[in-house]
């Protein structure tokens, strides 16, 4: 069995950074602050109702970004198996990379000031974009290499942690966008 030359594999990775590079110019063409307003970058921002939320590297949001990089890989892996790693990895940067830019439309940025507990969220730095999606790398390195009950292990520690800690988490924030709940709101809000 021959293998194929190292330039080869090195394609999806020169495209997975580039979707990267490209996300981050067009949200900075959009107008996205390229850091926090507040004019410096902190490693950890725990504060959920704030500004500063989702303007720095990462936040209780992050464990989110990680756990789509699960599904990512293993969706990807169960409806394109014959893809290399390298492949996959780049359609889930893709995926990821406009998700980022439709949360961060004036639509949904207003949607989920609307219908969420996140009143003083204004978007995502364009820094906490970058570092979102490099989270979600992260997930599908992770998942790549773990069991997957260990996955599966994660995701909940994840998702319990957070409903626990800041009432909120992926399920919670997708219902919350698509179907607001008020009971859900109100307990939210409680915190």
């Known amino acids: 069995m021959t293998q194929r030359p190292a330039q080869n594999r090195l394609h999806p990775i020169l495209l997975t950074v580039g979707i990267i590079l490209l996300t981050a110019a067009y949200l900075l063409w959009i107008g996205r602050e390229p850091i926090c307003k507040c004019g410096y970058v902190k490693l950890?921002?725990?504060?959920?109702?704030?500004?500063?939320?989702?303007?720095?590297?990462?936040d209780w949001y992050t464990p989110s970004h990680i756990i789509h990089g699960f599904l990512f890989f293993?969706?990807?892996?169960?409806?394109?198996?014959?893809?290399s790693?390298?492949?996959?990895?780049?359609?889930?940067?893709?995926?990821?990379?406009?998700?980022?830019?439709?949360?961060?439309?004036d639509a949904v940025i207003e949607r989920y000031r609307t219908v969420t507990i996140s009143l003083d969220y204004y978007g995502d730095s364009v820094i906490n974009t970058v570092?979102?999606?490099?989270?979600m790398i992260l997930?599908?390195?992770?998942?790549?290499?773990?069991?997957?009950?260990?996955?599966?292990a994660?995701?909940?520690?994840?998702?319990?942690?957070?409903m626990w800690i800041i009432r909120d988490g992926l399920a919670l924030n997708?219902?919350?966008?698509?179907w607001p709940l008020d009971w859900?709101?109100?307990?939210?809000?409680?915190?």
């Open 44 to 58: 950890w921002h725990g504060e959920v109702v704030s500004a500063e939320n989702s303007q720095h590297l990462s």
């Open 74 to 83: 293993f969706a990807l892996r169960l409806v394109a198996p014959r893809l």
């Open 85 to 105: 790693f390298g492949w996959r990895l780049a359609i889930a940067t893709l995926v990821e990379c406009v998700w980022e830019i439709i949360e961060n439309s």
């Open 131 to 135: 570092f979102d999606v490099l989270a």
């Open 139 to 152: 997930g599908f390195w992770l998942a790549a290499r773990l069991p997957v009950w260990a996955t599966v």
């Open 154 to 162: 994660l995701i909940l520690l994840f998702e319990g942690a957070t």
């Open 174 to 178: 997708v219902l919350m966008l698509l």
């Open 184 to 191: 859900i709101a109100e307990w939210q809000a409680a915190r």
